[in-house]
């Protein structure tokens, strides 16, 4: 019987497109992998000051605000969401291509700004193609996004051990080969499932039939959650550069937290059958509000003076490596509740507008606001941010309370 059933075309049609959705992630996180814990560090060896760095971070994620949701509510109004994201994919590699030739601010910001606009909405198109790939399956989406995290490790770790010997703007070319790749996986994707009456719907129709009290609500939470993370992503490797480790060390840091992370995509099918998202969702923002005041104690004189009795950096490298470890939570678990959230809350108004406009208010404006306010006072508090970001995932903790799931 089994073996009939893996012989059968449908059988392996749907197993080859689960292969496919996987590589996505594969490619799309790795890139990822090179960009949040290296660009950052290559702009601050540029000599750009933290309110420049947190500028140019805060454009990236402004146009998460407002492009994912515009392609999306085309996408789903004409259904077009595979030749959308073939382009969008496309223009991202072509507008790329300046920064092998500049190295100054406002042309870095202005490239920055105009390669975002086409590779914002990539994530959320590929989150819509996983729910219509899965379909009865979607409580198993965590094996799929699962290679992502797999991607993000192999490419943290591996390339701070490359920069320890190699110069830092070997990132550039790495991330244009991940957007290629991106472009050449994207035309091997199923067409747009009929939007029927979601295309109908999309549009001003899209939003009244999206949000709610409870959407809204959760949506604010969400924000809250990613405007916690900011300083996190936006300064965690200077952070730990000024803290006098290797760029080895910052790599095998990002990278202890996307291990922490794939347990909970590999058994995201058993974990969201047998607890509720409310639960899971309120236990990731408490998990939030423990990792950041952590890293706020990093700053402690205690750990810095254990180094005169310990090996250096043994106590203060353990904590740290301890904080990434709840990455299981902050992100993993809470990335997964939120993508089953928001398929429950789009159905009227389509997948595709569903999850951009999710990762438009968390990845989009959530990000850039917490991008924004680190960027402004880094240089002046440095670790308080992190305790700034452990208050704003409490607020997030409360609020989401208020919100009825089920």
């Known amino acids: ?27 799309y996180f790795g890139t990822l992998g090179i960009f949040l814990p290296y660009f950052n560090l290559f702009c601050r060896h540029l000599g750009f000051s933290g309110f420049e760095i947190g500028l140019i971070s805060s454009v990236k994620t402004a146009a998460v605000v407002i492009f994912p949701v515009l392609w999306a509510m085309a996408a789903d109004r004409f259904n ?27 042309p ?30 979607k409580r198993k989406y ?28 070997i990132i550039i070319p790495m991330m244009l ?8 996986l994207t035309v091997k994707l199923p067409p747009t499932q009929s939007a029927g009456n979601a295309g109908i719907s999309s549009g001003l129709s899209g939003f009244r039939n999206f949000f709610s009290f409870n959407t809204s609500m959760f949506l604010f939470a969400a924000f809250l959650m990613l405007t916690s993370h900011g300083a996190y992503y936006g300064f965690f490797s200077i952070y730990l550069e000024s803290l006098g480790f290797s760029t080895g060390f910052i790599g095998f840091a990002w990278g202890v937290a996307s291990v922490a992370e794939i347990a909970v995509m590999v058994f995201s099918g058993p974990l969201f059958s ?31 003076n254990s ?22 939570l902050t992100y993993g678990a809470f990335h997964v509740s939120s993508i089953l959230a928001v398929d429950k809350l789009s159905q009227e108004s389509g997948a595709t507008f569903g999850q951009a406009v999710n990762n438009a208010v968390t990845y989009g404006a959530g990000m850039m606001a917490g991008f924004m306010l680190s960027g402004m006072f880094y240089d002046t508090v440095h670790a308080y941010l992190f305790l700034a970001s452990a208050g704003c995932a409490l607020f997030g903790l409360i609020v989401i309370f208020f919100v009825i799931f089920e």
């Not at 701070?160 to 190699?166: H, Q, R, S, Y």
């Not at 180094?307 to 299981?328: K, M, R, V």
Request: hydrophobic share 55%.
């Open 1 to 27: 019987m089994t073996m009939m059933k893996k012989n059968n075309p449908e059988y392996i049609s749907v197993n080859y497109m689960k292969v496919l959705l996987g590589s996505h992630y594969f490619i």
């Open 80 to 106: 077009a969401r595979k030749s959308i994201l073939i382009f969008c994919t496309s223009m991202s590699c072509l507008l790329w291509l300046p920064l092998f030739f500049t190295r100054t601010f406002t």
């Open 108 to 137: 870095l910001f202005l490239v920055i700004a105009c390669q975002s606009i086409f590779y914002a909405p990539i994530v959320s198109f590929i989150e819509a193609f996983a729910m219509d790939i899965l379909g009865k399956e």
């Open 142 to 169: 965590g094996n799929s996004r699962v290679w992502g995290s797999i991607a993000f490790i192999l490419l943290s770790m591996g390339l701070g051990k490359v920069l320890t010997f190699k110069p830092i703007d």
């Open 177 to 184: 080969g991940g957007m290629v790749l991106q472009v050449l």
């Open 274 to 304: 047998r607890f509720t998202l409310k639960r899971i969702l309120a236990l990731s923002f408490f998990a939030a509000v423990i990792r950041w005041f952590l890293l706020f104690a990093t700053s402690s004189e205690i750990f810095h």
């Open 307 to 328: 180094a005169s009795t310990l090996p250096p950096f043994t106590l203060l490298a353990g904590l740290i490596l301890f904080s990434q470890l709840l990455h299981a």
